[in-house]
């Protein structure tokens, strides 16, 4: 594009978005237009139409676009209420032959186009936050909060009638309906003499035969006494502070209750939380002539897993 024609555009481009630039230009030829008569808005279009013509034959379409976006955005001054009516304007004029009408019906009103300003903008749409997964497994319900015959750490206890099935929680009290559990609760099946038979675990929530399953992080776990193996002599209830050592956790209890109404409690144990260490034997649930005790112990130990407590455990036999 040559430096003639860029001054060309340049001065066109300048008389559409500078009202007063173009009556000064026009006013230079002995043109005298009203800003408010049609004659001004035959003016603007025609000088509009003549600035995209030249636009588009010198720069093409997408410089055209980008061109206009940028004055727009940058100047605020399009009036582009007169160019459409200076249009309709000129249209209605070669329609009916009409030179010099001082009407002042508007082309807009004549073909009625509603007012550009007067164009309600549409609202915008709100999209609602996205409704919470729902978990597919709700979490088990645990008993409420130091019920039951309390212990302390060496005492125990022999279960009278004991329920069919047992709630175990080991956990912070304020975590007895909802959070993450400080500590990481297993329960170890034990043997004759001793012997460690299996581990359940958050990651192995259920013992082989089916008499012990674990809720997972919640620190909750259910025990069917007539379900338990005749070789399985006992269980050990473990605990291990994920990430600090007992001393610096706030606050932890053993709740024993009855698993089919969890306001009946069996007996409830405040965990000693002045070690240094990380892992516990909590309690231990054994059977006992023909019938179960449950023993408090709260013991620490080094380790991280039940895996590395199986030499205590071995020694509670």
Same mark, same amino acid.
């Not at 009516?85 to 009409?98: E, M, P, S, T």
């Not at 030179?99 to 300003?117: C, F, K, M």
């Not at 309906?177 to 675990?201: F, R, Y």
């Given at each position: 594009m040559?430096?003639?024609?860029?001054?060309?555009?340049?001065?066109?481009?300048?008389?559409v978005?500078?009202?007063?630039f173009?009556?000064?230009?026009l006013?230079?030829f002995?043109?005298?237009?009203?800003?408010d008569?049609d *004659?001004?808005?035959?003016?603007?279009a025609?000088?509009?139409?003549?600035?995209?013509?030249?636009?588009?034959?010198?720069?093409?379409?997408?410089?055209?676009?980008?061109?206009a976006?940028v004055l727009?955005?940058?100047?605020k001054?399009?009036?582009?209420?007169?160019?459409?009516? *200076?249009l309709?304007?000129?249209?209605?004029?070669?329609?009916?032959?009409?030179?010099?009408n001082?009407?002042?019906?508007?082309?807009?009103?004549?073909?009625?186009?509603?007012?550009?300003a007067?164009?309600?903008r549409?609202?915008p749409?709100?999209t609602?936050?996205?409704?919470?997964p729902?978990?597919?497994?709700?979490?088990?319900?645990?008993?409420?909060?130091?019920?039951?015959?309390?212990?302390?750490?060496? &005492?125990?206890?022999?279960l009278?009638?004991?329920?069919p099935?047992?709630s175990?929680?080991? *956990?912070?009290d304020?975590?007895?309906?909802?959070?993450i559990?400080?500590l990481?609760v297993?329960c170890?099946?034990?043997?004759d003499?001793?012997?460690?038979? &299996?581990?359940?675990?958050?990651?192995?929530?259920?013992?082989?035969?089916?008499?012990?399953?674990?809720?997972?992080?919640s *620190?909750?776990l259910?025990?069917?006494?007539?379900?338990v193996?005749?070789?399985?002599?006992?269980?050990?209830?473990?605990?291990?502070?994920?990430e600090k050592?007992?001393?610096?956790?706030?606050?932890?209890?053993?709740?024993?209750?009855?698993?089919?109404?969890l306001?009946s409690?069996?007996?409830?144990?405040?965990?000693p939380?002045?070690?240094e260490?990380?892992?516990?034997?909590?309690?231990?649930?054994?059977?006992h002539?023909g019938?179960?005790k449950?023993?408090?112990?709260?013991e620490?130990?080094p380790?991280?897993?039940?895996?590395?407590?199986?030499?205590a455990?071995?020694q509670?036999s």
């Amino acid at each position: 594009m040559s430096l003639f024609w860029a001054l060309v555009l340049t001065l066109l481009v300048s008389m559409v978005i500078l009202p007063n630039f173009r009556k000064d230009v026009l006013g230079m030829f002995g043109i005298n237009l009203r800003p408010d008569s049609d *004659g001004n808005k035959v003016v603007t279009a025609m000088i509009t139409v003549g600035t995209v013509y030249l636009s588009l034959s010198l720069l093409g379409w997408f410089w055209t676009a980008i061109a206009a976006v940028v004055l727009c955005v940058y100047l605020k001054k399009v009036d582009a209420d007169s160019v459409v009516n *200076g249009l309709f304007a000129l249209l209605r004029r070669i329609k009916d032959g009409v030179t010099g009408n001082s009407s002042t019906t508007t082309a807009r009103q004549t073909y009625g186009i509603p007012p550009l300003a007067t164009q309600p903008r549409p609202a915008p749409t709100v999209t609602p936050p996205a409704a919470p997964p729902v978990s597919a497994t709700p979490p088990a319900p645990r008993p409420a909060s130091k019920i039951g015959q309390a212990l302390k750490a060496g &005492e125990r206890i022999t279960l009278q009638n004991p329920p069919p099935a047992l709630s175990v929680h080991i *956990g912070a009290d304020h975590l007895q309906t909802s959070g993450i559990n400080p500590l990481a609760v297993s329960c170890t099946l034990v043997g004759d003499g001793g012997q460690v038979l &299996e581990h359940v675990t958050a990651d192995r929530r259920g013992s082989n035969d089916n008499s012990v399953f674990h809720s997972g992080d919640s *620190g909750h776990l259910t025990v069917n006494l007539r379900a338990v193996a005749a070789n399985v002599k006992a269980l050990v209830f473990v605990a291990i502070s994920r990430e600090k050592p007992f001393r610096l956790v706030p606050s932890a209890v053993l709740q024993v209750a009855d698993a089919a109404s969890l306001t009946s409690g069996v007996c409830c144990y405040d965990l000693p939380l002045t070690s240094e260490k990380q892992a516990m034997i909590v309690a231990r649930l054994y059977r006992h002539n023909g019938g179960w005790k449950v023993a408090a112990i709260g013991e620490t130990f080094p380790g991280s897993t039940a895996a590395d407590l199986v030499p205590a455990i071995q020694q509670l036999s």
